[in-house]
């Protein structure tokens, strides 16, 4: 594990729902399903994706963070990552680090250069993950505590390397079915007090495990493979969803959640939506 240090803009995080104040996305102007990774880009591998409508789609999303005061930066899309848009797996921030993935599937291998490139010229902090795979989408923070997901995407290994670059959080290993990929797609922290859960996806132990610590929002299986768990909180009660996605809006808003419908039914063919495509850097 190496680091790269400079004078540099400070990042911080410490939760999934503070105010997003700067946030890093890709433009999906060349992405396609090419390497089956998930069930849902299996579903919609011969239909593929519409570049000009999830070009849209996320066009109107990075708008709507604008339009709230969220300082959005957009790191330039190349042509040989067709799935750069999903932002979140290649980096994320904990406490005032930045760290660097390193991805596990080969059609993903190389984005980690352009994230790094982006930061070096914005001088940007920044540590590298180097040795073990581990994706920004099994990680998720909650103040002192990290919970980081065991996947196919993400080692033992390199939650242990996290553990040691992190000695004042608790680095918490979660179990879940890896057909799900990523965790952000079963799990999601909302506030203090309150997260979404496809509890399928979890064994039991793990779940009772949750409900200690949240209100856990359940997620139908439905709405889980459209994604209703990877919704976006971008603080003050705020938080992005599909409008497709009814139940989980209904039950947030029956909980006094402002939800921001937008859009993003091409993008979430390949099995991401808001969360796995915003990298949050300041959050406060």
């Not at 060349?30 to 999830?54: G, L, S, T």
């Not at 066009?59 to 959005?72: C, M, P």
């Not at 921030?93 to 070096?120: C, H, N, P, Y």
Request: aromatic share 8%; net charge negative; hydrophobic share 35%.
């Amino acid at each position: 594990m190496s680091s790269t240090i400079k004078e540099s803009l400070s990042a911080r995080c410490q939760s999934e729902y503070d105010s997003l104040r700067r946030v890093l996305l890709c433009p999906p102007r060349f992405m396609e399903i090419k390497d089956v990774i998930n069930d849902v880009q299996k579903r919609y591998k011969d239909e593929n994706i519409d570049i000009d409508k999830a070009l849209n789609q996320h066009n109107e999303f990075v708008q709507a963070l604008l339009d709230r005061g969220v300082q959005t930066d957009l790191i330039e899309p190349a042509e040989n990552y067709p799935e750069q848009v999903f932002t979140r797996d290649i980096g994320f921030t904990i406490g005032d680090s930045v760290f660097i993935s390193e991805m596990a599937s080969e059609i993903r291998q190389g984005e980690e250069q352009e994230l790094r490139k982006w930061m070096q010229t914005r001088d940007v902090n920044f540590k590298n993950l180097t040795g073990h795979r581990i994706e920004g989408g099994d990680v998720i923070i909650d103040r002192d505590t990290v919970f980081v997901g065991i996947s196919s995407r993400t080692s033992k290994k390199a939650i242990g390397d996290l553990q040691r670059e992190l000695p004042d959080f608790k680095v918490l290993p979660i179990s879940f079915n890896e057909k799900y990929l990523h965790l952000d797609c079963v799990f999601n922290i909302l506030s203090p007090t309150e997260a979404l859960i496809f509890p399928e996806a979890l064994d039991r132990a793990t779940v009772e495990m949750l409900a200690e610590r949240y209100t856990l929002i359940r997620v139908n299986e439905k709405e889980q493979f459209a994604l209703g768990t990877n919704v976006l909180s971008i603080g003050n009660r705020q938080v992005f969803s599909q409008p497709q996605n009814t139940q989980v809006n209904k039950q947030l808003t029956s909980r006094g959640f402002h939800v921001i419908e937008v859009d993003y039914s091409e993008i979430i063919k390949s099995g991401g939506a808001f969360r796995c495509c915003t990298m949050p850097l300041i959050r406060v």
